[in-house]
């Protein structure tokens, strides 16, 4: 609830009421009761990225509960619609964004096209794109939305796509040679005679965490700029009660599944700087579960692959049209329901489709071997004199570079390899490794790119780790040292930190030389100055090399058993004994 809805609908009311007195004197048992306000009920979910099947290992738990699986969640959503036609009439179900791309194999295998369906039988009606609904570019986003089959593919599996019955926002992604938006930017629900708005956008920095293909030909605009231009463009249509589907986040520090504490992240800022006449913000992106109040707005995120959904209790004054309360709670989509019959009578037809590929063994595992970043260090104080941490190393990140060096070292020539740590997108199960669970962790069908970078390029990459917060996973022959006072370069100078010591960095264990020249692999994502690392954009001589999938999966193979490995190789000051 807005302080500035209240005040409208208070200075409404005044007005009424001075109008009354002035005019004619009204007996109290003439005057009319002020009407009922308007129950609205939104659920929300937010980053299913493809979760058709309960997903495992942590990412199949929330709030100590297993969780998750479309077949549990259309079962909950539709429990909590109600049962009287009313209720379910006074209930809209939104989404926040990526509730495709980084899917596993069942879904991406035919282009998502199975998740799509699957939202259409859950009952969705408006979801904002994410980064990731950019995956496969602006064309392939408007077949989801449109239907039609695959270009390339056809219809996969044997039957037509007819495309979502819900609706695609993006009020900040526009086609750059037009200026207009590549997608409708909000929709209007009304009930009883009161009408909604929902506005939708991604995060503004979608083009640096995105290939460079996925958005070609568009460009994005601030998202609080954005969403206060169509919330006065709803305001001068009538539509008070306003909306905001933003993929795009924060994150708690330790509270629980509706808690808010320590909270932080870019949709603070966001929030704070939107009109006073939007109500709530469903947000997502960070994979974090919170509801939020900031600035007198609503702020919630269903942490993400279908665990949760968030249950969004709206009242809305019939005068003013207006959102005089607003509550929200999120509800853990566990699999002690019954599983919706239509939504595994899909999965089935999938499964069938799909065929054995998805079950052939590609290795083994001497135990689960996790994508966790497990070995945080310290990177300062913030503005209380708390310490900040930057994540580290991952055991699972580690194979992953450890594999993508084993596919170039001898083709190529590379002596090192770095991955991203958002393209590992899953842990690895204890024992057998089948293509389908190898296939979720590297879901992006990206390509090895070995080029050529100097020494200063490859300590400038690594100071770019911390303007951008994110800490590459690099192979074994790789090791440095970070020093935990040193300073972090602005994004302007992202190469004039000192957080990592000079003359620390070895390859192979030979000393790294600034001038000299190092043959290096990373995927085709990084290389085009992907997650804000634009140095690799200045490598030379590129070869662009097997996809990264086929990488992992012939490391495992010729690995097995495989182990997780030290988390070693990256130290920092604090580790390093004083000489």
Excluded: W
Excluded at 187 to 214: A, C, N
Excluded at 249 to 257: A, D, F, P, T, W
Excluded at 437 to 460: E, I, K, R, S
Excluded at 518 to 524: A, E, I, K
């Amino acid at each position: 609830m807005s302080v500035p809805g209240m005040r409208r609908a208070a200075v409404g009311l005044a007005a009424l009421a001075v109008t009354a007195f002035t005019a004619v004197a009204v007996h109290p048992d003439q005057a009319e009761a002020d009407p009922k306000p308007v129950d609205v009920k939104l659920l929300a979910i937010n980053d299913l990225h493809g979760n058709l099947e309960p997903p495992t290992g942590s990412s199949g738990t929330i709030d100590g509960k297993a969780a998750g699986g479309v077949e549990y969640l259309a079962t909950h959503l539709d429990q909590l619609r109600g049962t009287t036609k009313k209720e379910r009439d006074h209930t809209v179900t939104v989404a926040a964004g990526d509730l495709i791309g980084a899917s596993p194999l069942l879904s991406a295998a035919f282009h998502d096209e199975p998740t799509i369906e699957e939202m259409n039988l859950a009952g969705l009606e408006f979801t904002s794109v994410g980064n990731h609904e950019f995956d496969e570019g602006a064309t392939e986003l408007l077949r989801m939305q449109n239907g039609g089959c695959h270009p390339v593919d056809g219809c996969a599996d044997g039957t037509p796509f007819k495309g979502a019955k819900f609706q695609y926002l993006s009020a900040n992604a526009f086609k750059t040679a037009t200026g207009q938006p590549l997608l409708p930017p909000y929709g209007i629900k009304t009930i009883d005679g009161v009408r909604i708005g929902f506005i939708g956008m991604t995060l503004e920095g979608t083009p640096q965490i995105v290939s460079q293909q996925g958005v070609a030909g568009l460009s994005f605009a601030d998202e609080a700029d954005t969403a206060n231009k169509y919330a006065r463009i709803l305001r001068s249509q009538g539509v008070e009660a306003i909306v905001v589907l933003l993929h795009e986040g924060g994150v708690q520090n330790g509270g629980g599944i509706n808690d808010c504490v320590g909270f932080s992240g870019p949709i603070v800022d966001i929030a704070n700087r939107m009109d006073p006449a939007i109500d709530v913000i469903v947000s997502g992106h960070t994979h974090a579960a919170y509801n939020c109040n900031i600035n007198g707005k609503l702020v919630t995120s269903a942490s993400s692959f279908g665990r949760l959904v968030t249950e969004i209790n709206l009242k809305v004054d019939q005068r003013t049209k207006d959102v005089i309360s607003a509550s929200a709670n999120n509800v853990v989509v566990t699999r002690d329901v019954p599983k919706h019959p239509a939504s595994t009578a899909l999965i089935d037809h999938y499964k069938t489709a799909l065929g054995p590929v998805a079950d052939k063994v590609v290795g083994e595992t001497a135990s689960a071997i996790t994508r966790a970043q497990e070995n945080l260090f310290q990177t300062g104080v913030d503005a209380n004199g708390k310490p900040t941490y930057q994540t580290g190393e991952s055991a699972l990140g580690n194979v992953i570079a450890d594999a993508q060096l084993a596919a170039t070292d001898n083709e190529q020539n590379a002596v090192a390899a770095f991955m991203n740590p958002g393209g590992v997108r899953a842990d690895l199960p204890a024992g057998r490794v089948t293509y389908s669970d190898a296939f979720t962790v590297q879901p992006f069908a990206n390509n090895l790119v070995t080029l050529d970078l100097t020494g200063a390029q490859l300590y400038c990459m690594l100071e770019q780790q911390f303007t951008v917060a994110k800490v590459l996973y690099a192979s074994s022959t790789v090791h440095y040292i970070v020093d935990v006072n040193g300073t972090t370069a602005p994004v302007s100078s992202p190469c004039s930190g000192t957080r990592v010591v000079r003359g620390s960095l070895t390859i192979s264990g030979a000393p790294v030389s600034n001038t000299a020249t190092y043959r290096v692999t990373v995927n085709n994502f990084l290389s085009g100055g992907g997650d804000g690392f634009s140095v690799l954009t200045g490598g030379q001589n590129a070869v662009t090399g097997m996809i990264d999938l086929d990488a992992f999966t012939a490391y495992l193979t010729a690995k097995s058993p495989v182990s997780a490995p030290a988390l070693d190789r990256i130290q920092t000051t604090a580790e390093v004994p004083a000489a």
